[in-house]
């Protein structure tokens, strides 16, 4: 609306000034020329402004329109001039340029701007507007420059020049109107429907105006001055109102083939067919003849040129194509992702080697196919609503199931996007898809690895509860064992102490899964280890036909370890080996040997072996070859580390037991498998630990020569425990509850024993340790933590972890140990 009113603006105050200024002509020419340069000078500054939004064959588009107008600018300077000068006709030298208005736009409508940017393209597009723009000058001066010059020659020059004047402007309207017609899905449809509005508008006022001309009805200032003041107005709104160029992707070849090449030719074809056929249809005697047959001569040689350089410019834009394709083909070659094209049918046009790999066919083979046969069944559905998002929303993104050749499926994550022709028309779809398969299984082992932290953190949270009221109840019957010695109750005692150790042992069992680096490490014998796993599972692998025997070194084998954590490593290569056994009946062996300063256990089975291919790869976490569900991939690593934490290693060997029943062992490990545990030597003591006897007699700190001990605990029943305990080896209790009872009594008191939960409700161990510090120094070397989880003790830092732990639940006798340990220390 805002254009419209400074169009009416425009045309008023136009026609108002050549109204006012009727009687005064040379005022009037003046004040009506110099409105209208002003018009179309605006046009050409607006496309001039505006030149950096457009690119290629846009940008030549309105290039192309500014060109002819400003062409016009020069053409109405010199019609004025020569108006006030002599009052000349319409046919001078200035009539060439003038035309050049109509010219500019009607050759600019070959750039064919709705069809994209097309950079590739705009230097042979400029060469054929320059073509046609030539031809049309030819026709002008071939009808009406030369004949001015022979007087009497033919038709009036000025009734001609009307004539092509309003046929180049009904081909401009035309060729606006078609060019609406097909860049109506496009935002140029505005554009060429202002333009058209225009040309229209001026097409038939232009007939007006050629009457008037022609019986000298015409002046300047007039309303025959509409003929191009509302054409110009139309065409500054479209140039105001032009969309800005949108980077599009480049179709190779988007010119080629024979239209192109005669589109290119045609103004090469007609400038001889019109000038020398019209020689002998119209000749208008010499030197007009002649004349025209040089004009001809010379606009054909120009074409010719000009054809030439389209040629040239044509094949370098091939070349550019051709050199494009070929990039983008090695990059589609090269890459790991698999991208298929098809058509709008769903029948397969392109597979790079990835995808044809992939897919287990060879191209030819997918040619033959559709997408629906490389699907898994089910997915029918999704493949049209695949279709119906890419038309509507122009991209599909989601995961589908390829089936392979051979039957197996495998999901990807694909992305689906269309190729259109120039009438928007969908005729190909690209998709390019990832196998995600790894992805899944990593997924699900870490979404199966998380719950099992969860379940781990359940477990060490139950454990701890549960340690307190087996303390209890261990401790309370370990004092009912004393006092009833050899009564009735004795042997219920015993029953009861042994299945509350059992229970205490199964959720020590529960936290050496849930913590893997329990820091204590005791003397233990590998033989014994290798024994326990035997009876462990070797009632289970009975029943599934397997046979475990035991090969053990003569002499027993120390070593320095975390018991659980070595039967756990055990625990795994034993499973490892049921599983590679499957269900046939099979052999297990448990072989120890010691090896300078060094302790293995071997753990042989005659399964199928470990591949060559995979050998590199069994101690990676989450690799395995089980099928998913059935494991997570990190039973090896896990052990692994649990070696490598101890000082020794884990691998896989390559010798096998020499024995009958085992089958012979090759090079490749076809006939078993060997897994080899090193731990290193730990030398055993010199002298077996001597029975407990009552504690030596240290210098008395308490009252009446008594020693001294502190119990710190939360739990009530493990404080009242362990002070009848200690009472009972004549130690002086003091209790405490908390961190701050503790507090309050270290400043006037100091303890030969202290006895700390490493869990309290104001505090830890660590907290009290370093408070009694402060009043005893070397409080240290008499502080015993007490713990159900001894993880927690290492947590603490600040040399925690290297005093005592006493695990609950513990025995009268560990206590004593742990005691005699203290007192022979002191």
């Excluded at 009113?5 to 110099?34: C, D, E, K, P, W």
């Excluded at 997915?379 to 609503?385: A, N, P, V």
């Excluded at 660590?766 to 290492?794: E, M």
Aim: glycine content about 10%; charged content about 20%.
């Amino acid at each position: 609306m805002r254009y419209l009113l400074l169009g009416v603006l425009y045309i008023v105050v136009y026609l108002a000034l050549g109204q006012a200024l009727s009687g005064h002509a040379v005022a009037r020419i003046l004040v009506a020329n110099t409105l209208l340069l002003l018009l179309a000078a605006s046009i050409c500054a607006v496309v001039l402004r505006r030149r950096r939004e457009w690119e290629g064959t846009q940008r030549l588009f309105w290039d192309a329109f500014a060109l002819g107008l400003a062409l016009w600018c020069v053409g109405n300077v010199g019609f004025t001039i020569e108006t006030l000068a002599s009052h000349g006709s319409w046919v001078q030298w200035h009539t060439m340029f003038s035309l050049c208005g109509g010219i500019g736009p009607t050759v600019a409508l070959l750039a064919f701007p709705h069809r994209g940017v097309r950079k590739s393209s705009a230097a042979g597009l400029a060469i054929d507007l320059l073509s046609y723009a030539m031809l049309m000058g030819f026709i002008y001066a071939y009808f009406i420059m030369v004949p001015t010059v022979v007087p009497g020659g033919g038709a009036s020059p000025q009734t001609t020049l009307l004539a092509l004047v309003q046929a180049q402007r009904l081909i401009l309207f035309v060729g606006l109107a078609l060019a609406f017609w097909f860049g109506w899905n496009t935002e140029w449809r505005n554009t060429y429907a202002r333009l058209g509005t225009g040309a229209a508008i001026g097409f038939f006022l232009r007939l007006a105006t050629s009457d008037a001309i022609s019986t000298g009805r015409y002046h300047e200032g007039s309303v025959y001055d509409l003929a191009w003041i509302v054409p110009y107005l139309c065409y500054l709104w479209a140039a105001i109102e032009a969309p800005r160029s949108s980077p599009d992707v480049e179709a190779a070849a988007q010119r080629s083939g024979w239209p192109s090449a005669f589109i290119s030719a045609l103004p090469v074809l007609l400038t001889p067919i019109i000038g020398f056929s019209l020689l002998r249809l119209q000749p208008i005697g010499n030197p007009g003849d002649a004349v025209r047959l040089l004009l001809t001569a010379l606009a054909t040689v120009a074409g010719l040129g000009l054809l030439t350089l389209r040629l040239s410019a044509q094949s370098g834009e091939l070349q550019r194509a051709d050199a494009r394709l070929r990039l983008l083909a090695a990059a589609t070659e090269q890459t790991a992702e698999l991208i298929l094209i098809t058509r709008a049918d769903g029948a397969f046009e392109h597979a790079n080697e990835a995808c044809a790999q992939a897919l287990g066919y060879a191209r030819d083979e997918l040619t033959r196919m559709t997408l629906p046969d490389l699907l898994e069944r089910g997915f029918e559905r999704t493949i049209d609503q695949i279709g119906r998002d890419v038309r509507q929303k122009g991209i599909w993104r989601g995961t589908l199931v390829h089936r392979r050749k051979d039957g197996s499926t495998f999901p990807v994550s694909s992305t689906v996007v269309a190729l259109r022709n120039r009438e928007q028309l969908v005729t190909h779809f690209v998709g390019v898809q990832r196998d995600i398969t790894e992805e899944l299984r990593l997924r699900d082992q870490l979404v199966h690895s998380e719950r099992l932290s969860a379940v781990g953190e359940l477990i060490a949270g139950v454990a701890h509860e549960i340690n307190n009221p087996l303390q209890t109840i261990i401790g309370s019957v370990e004092l009912l064992l004393e006092t009833n010695r050899g009564s009735d109750q004795q042997a219920d005692l015993e029953l009861v102490r042994r299945e509350a150790t059992r229970a205490g042992q199964i959720v020590r069992n529960l936290l050496s899964f849930v913590r893997r680096s329990t820091p204590d490490r005791v003397e233990a014998d590998l033989n014994q280890i290798a024994r326990s796993m035997a009876e462990l599972r070797g009632h289970h692998l009975e029943q599934r036909d397997i046979h475990l025997r035991l090969e053990l070194h003569d002499g027993p084998l120390p070593i320095l370890v975390n018991r659980e954590e070595i039967q756990q490593v055990v625990l795994n290569l034993v499973l490892n080996s049921e599983h590679a056994i499957g269900e046939r009946p099979g052999n297990i062996v448990l072989r120890t040997g010691a090896f300078g300063r060094a302790h293995t256990l071997d753990v042989v089975d005659d399964g199928p072996g470990v591949s060559v291919e995979l050998r590199g790869r069994i101690f990676e976490p989450f690799f395995t070859t089980r099928e998913v569900g059935q494991g997570t991939g990190l039973g090896l690593s896990i052990a692994l580390g649990i070696a490598t934490a101890h000082g020794g290693r884990l691998e896989l060997c390559s010798d096998t037991v020499p024995d009958s029943t085992l089958p012979s062992p090759t090079s490749n490990l076809q006939s078993g498998a060997c897994f080899r545990l090193t731990l290193p030597a730990h030398a055993a003591r010199a002298t077996a630990a001597a029975p407990p006897t009552p504690a030596p007699s240290v210098p008395a700190t308490g009252s009446k020569g008594r020693r001294r001990a502190l119990i710190v605990d939360d739990e009530p029943p493990i404080r009242m425990l362990l002070s009848r305990l200690l009472q009972r080896r004549e130690y002086e209790v003091t209790e405490a509850a908390s961190y701050a009872e503790v507090k309050a009594l270290a400043p006037g008191l100091s303890f030969d024993v202290v006895l700390c939960d490493v869990r309290l409700g104001d505090g830890n161990g660590g907290d009290c340790l370093r408070l009694l510090r402060s009043s005893q120094p070397d409080v240290a070397r008499r502080f015993v933590f007490i713990t159900g989880d001894a993880a927690g003790v290492a947590e603490m830092g600040g040399g925690a972890e290297d005093l005592p732990v006493l695990a609950k639940p513990f025995t009268k006798a560990d206590l004593d140990r742990v005691l005699d340990g203290i007192e022979v220390g002191v």
